[in-house]
């Protein structure tokens, strides 16, 4: 029989690409749910057709029932201005959507993945990042309505776990870009490429000597299935350890577009993390699972798509 699996938060970025990683090579059944807040149906309307898959319009505050054997619970805005729009509902999508479909998994007794984030280690003075690290997280900040969400969804997902016996997977998924990405979005990679494309100004966020470690998408799906298939509770850090400070990724995007667009600096956001790197040493020994595609290839990929949107919005 084949397997029934729930994505939530499928139509966003990385739930459209696990949508369509799982019904091309997993062969099972995809149910894709989504409020649509910041994902979209153009997103997987290229899947539409394939009589296994079906897009659910639902909230994941609200209970629900499905015949699933399996649960990605990817719904949550993962863009800082996104998140920060409507800090409540960004809390009560991480705790109480996780409450939900943890009470799903109970009563289906089916495993359920949750996409966690680097943000549980907030603004880190351990670096790099192992999963043994607390981290450091403001609990009052511009920041916290994700990052302390995220953690008590961990929390939620192991109380689970030891009480009710569900098997559970946690990913602390590191910054990840790639096409499908808004281009509204916010985040740094397609702010960048987006402005590049523009030859409007790119926007430095303080001296730009912050880091982070760019994932490409196909790479992290790549993790988020074998970490699924594993029998490795986590959590589980996925994401690229090859670390960039900010002006360095946007020197590399102006070089790849060939853009004439100038760098202007801008206040540093609050509780903005200096310093961000994965140690993936735990996903390299026990899922067997590394990064392929560097950052110039994965952005090459990335501001092809940009092109290809953007070429729309012109007449
Ligand atoms: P995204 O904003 O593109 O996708 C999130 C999806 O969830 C969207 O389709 C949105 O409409 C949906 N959603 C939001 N609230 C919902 C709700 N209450 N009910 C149902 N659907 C809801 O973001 P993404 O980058 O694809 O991130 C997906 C997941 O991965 C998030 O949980 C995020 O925290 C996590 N993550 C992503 C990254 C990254 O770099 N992309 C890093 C760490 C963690
Ligand atoms: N950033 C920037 N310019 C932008 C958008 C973001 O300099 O236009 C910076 C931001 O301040 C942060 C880094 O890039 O230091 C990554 O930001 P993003 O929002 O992509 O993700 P996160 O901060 O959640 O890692």
Known sequence: MEKKVLITGGA???GSHLCERLLTTEN???YCVDNFFTGSRENVQHLLENPKFAVMQHDICQPLDLEVDEIYNLACPASPPHYQYDPIQTTKTSVLGALNLLELAQRKKCKILQASTSEVYGDP????????YWGHVNPIGIRSCYDEGKRCAESLFFDYSRSHKIPIRVARIFNTYGPRMHPNDGRVVSNFIVQALKNEPI???GDGTQTRSFCYVDDLIDGIVKLMNSSVPGPINL????EFQVFELAHEVLQL???RSPIVYKPLPSDDPKQRRPDIT???TSLEWTPKIPLWKGLQATIAYFEKILSRETP
């Not at 003075?125 to 043994?132: D, F, G, I, R, S």
């Not at 994401?239 to 090859?242: M, Q, T, Y």
Request: neutral net charge.
């Open 257 to 259: 577009t060939g853009s």
């Open 239 to 242: 994401g690229n350890p090859i």
């Open 12 to 14: 966003g970025f990385l």
């Open 125 to 132: 003075l351990v670096h790099p990042q192992k999963e043994t």
């Open 28 to 30: 099972c059944y995809v």
């Open 282 to 284: 735990a996903a390299q």
């Open 203 to 205: 926007t430095i966020y």
